[in-house]
């Protein structure tokens, strides 16, 4: 059986230990280096770095099932039979119920979502936070979004444009036919590669320690719940999801009680910490978090994006 890498390309050659995280792991972020992940065998031929690994959301391209995290998802309505996951079992689509449909109305009161902040300062244009004043989802409002060119705007829009996406998709991906489903991934895949690739170099300057902890926390779980929308169509239409094992090897902060946090004071005090900038960032990778939880460790203080991740992964 091929051992697949657990660093990225310059630790590996280096034989260092990679301490993981996006888009930079710490050695190659201190160093100025470029920095490479991927899911080949150990024995896999070099390529020369520079370029991430191109994320693939096209839902025919099932050869190798991946792992289905809603097989084992129990917070669930008591109609749905957990042990079912066949192709067009509604089980799929309770993740978008949990996860993404509450976020304009969270937002809307001024509370944190599951991966949207509304503390997160946004001086450009937030398209979430339209989509939130004009306190519905239409399709139309959709189409203008998916015009727009990520590549050609600040790097906060770039992230409130695929937070919007996101919810639209949840909204409406369900009703359209497989066609538009395939286009509307294509397009959800090339924004998540853009914030993927563009965050750490665009990073905001001058932010204050909270801040910036916001602004890298929202980019990690945007791209984390980016993937958990692929893998949810792909398995309600097939019954299994492809792209799992880069998802858990996607990082996050999983302190509790950091992204619930609503002020830099209560940001600050969640930690026990004296300083904003004593908080840092502890990442973890989403594999090490599920593994991680022996089942006496569940206090989430009211962060459903952490709850989620642990009911997907470990069905309890």
Not at 58 to 74: A, E, F, H, L, W
Not at 136 to 165: C, G, H, M, N
Not at 258 to 285: D, F, H, M, N
Request: proline share 6%; aromatic share 10%.
């Amino acid at each position: 059986m091929a051992i697949l890498r657990k660093a990225c390309r310059n630790c590996t050659a280096s034989k260092r230990k990679c301490v993981v995280q996006l888009p930079k792991c710490t050695r190659c972020a201190q160093r100025g280096l470029e920095c490479t992940y991927d899911l080949e065998p150990l024995n896999a031929p070099a390529v020369h770095p520079g370029t991430l690994p191109k994320m693939s959301f096209n839902p025919s391209v099932c050869d190798t099932p991946g792992y289905c995290m809603m097989k084992t998802i129990r917070f669930r309505s008591p109609s749905i039979d957990p042990a079912i996951c066949g192709p067009g079992h509604p089980d799929s689509f309770e993740v978008l119920r949990l996860g993404y449909k509450p976020v304009p109305e969270l937002v809307k009161a001024g509370h944190p979502a599951i991966f949207v902040h509304p503390k997160l300062q946004i001086h450009c244009h937030n398209h979430l936070a339209a989509l939130v004043e004009f306190g519905s989802v239409s399709y139309e409002s959709f189409r203008r979004l998916i015009q727009l060119d990520l590549r050609a705007v600040p790097i906060k829009e770039t992230l409130t444009a695929l937070q919007a996406l996101l919810v639209y998709l949840a909204t409406f991906i369900s009703s359209v036919n497989e066609v538009e489903k395939k286009k509307y991934l294509n397009i959800l895949s090339d924004w998540t590669q853009v914030l993927l690739e563009s965050a750490q170099a665009n990073m905001p300057q001058d932010q204050s320690s909270w801040q910036a902890w916001l602004f890298g926390e929202s980019v990690r779980r945007t791209i984390i719940m980016s993937y958990g929308l692929a893998m949810t169509l792909s398995s309600f239409n097939y019954g299994y999801c492809t792209g799992w094992l880069f998802l858990e090897s996607l990082p996050f902060d999983r302190r509790a009680g950091l992204w619930t946090a609503e002020s830099p004071q209560a940001w600050i005090a969640a930690t026990g910490v004296r300083t904003g900038e004593e908080v840092g960032e502890r990442l973890i990778s989403y594999h090490k978090f599920a593994v991680n939880l022996d089942g006496s460790n569940f206090d989430f203080r009211g962060d459903t994006f952490l709850a989620l991740l642990a009911f997907s992964h470990n069905g309890r």
